[in-house]
């Protein structure tokens, strides 16, 4: 049987356990660590670029996200961009567009408004659109028609960004976080193992 033992070993080689083996690699005391993944290839699962929407949830448009909920979630979203930055990733990986969350009818625009104003201060570049911004941005939310002639009766209204980094492949960040990692101090062991499934963990004195 061939022994090896690690200070940690990382089951699973999505994009958490990529994101964890790359923390580990880059900044922490860790001298040897591993990452074991059950199928032949990183990210085959929920990470891959076309299983989910690739979409970087900051929390200034997630409207089901409390102020409290969008302050974490803005420190570890900004890990995304801080990495992809790091590594010249945008425009490859990680892409801006605008995004917006949109309030139809009375109830929701006074949500949208009262909602830009607790949220604008965490996220200072939000914006609120207007009906008349909305017919530049984003006009079929406004005409209910295709000559442009008649407006759609309800009040609407938006919150949103146009300059922001909004989407990353996760299947794509998985593999660079993986590379950056084994290529983040050559002192460590840094070892990924694939067609690798953990079927049991046990505890055997002060190690498993
Ligand atoms: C439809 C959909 C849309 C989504 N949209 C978004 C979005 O827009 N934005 C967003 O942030 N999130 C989104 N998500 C969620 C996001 O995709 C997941 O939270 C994320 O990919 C989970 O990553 P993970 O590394 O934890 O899991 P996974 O990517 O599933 O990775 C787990 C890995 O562990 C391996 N593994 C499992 N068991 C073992 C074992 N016993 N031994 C060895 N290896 C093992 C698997 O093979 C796999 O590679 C979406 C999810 C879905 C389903």
Redesign the pocket.
């Known amino acids: 049987m061939n022994e090896k033992h690690y200070e940690v070993v990382i ?9 964890l083996f790359y923390e580990l690699a880059k900044y922490s005391t860790a001298k040897n660590i591993c990452m ?4 032949e290839a ?7 670029g076309t ?7 900051v929390g200034d448009i997630e409207t089901n996200y409390t102020l409290d909920k969008a302050k974490i979630t803005k420190r570890t ?1 900004k890990m995304i961009e801080k990495f992809c930055l790091q590594y010249g990733l945008e425009d490859k990986i990680m892409f801006k567009h605008q995004k917006m969350a949109l309030g139809v009818g009375e109830e929701e625009v006074q949500f949208i408004k009262d909602r830009y104003e607790s949220f604008k201060e965490l996220f200072p570049y939000l914006e609120l659109y207007s009906k008349e911004d909305l017919k530049e941005l984003e006009p079929k939310l406004v005409w209910a028609d295709k000559e442009q002639t008649i407006e759609r009766p309800e009040p609407i209204v938006a919150m949103g960004a146009k300059g922001e980094y909004t989407t ?1 492949d ?1 299947g794509a960040m ?1 593999e660079e976080l993986a590379k950056a990692g084994q290529a983040a101090d050559e002192s460590k062991t840094t070892d990924i193992f694939y067609n ?4 049991e963990i046990e505890e055997i004195g002060d190690k498993y």
């Open positions: 089951v699973g080689g999505g994009i958490s356990g990529a994101a074991l993944e059950k199928y990183l990210a085959t699962l929920n990470s891959k299983s989910n929407s690739q979409t970087i949830h979203a990353v996760f998985t690798s499934e953990v079927e």
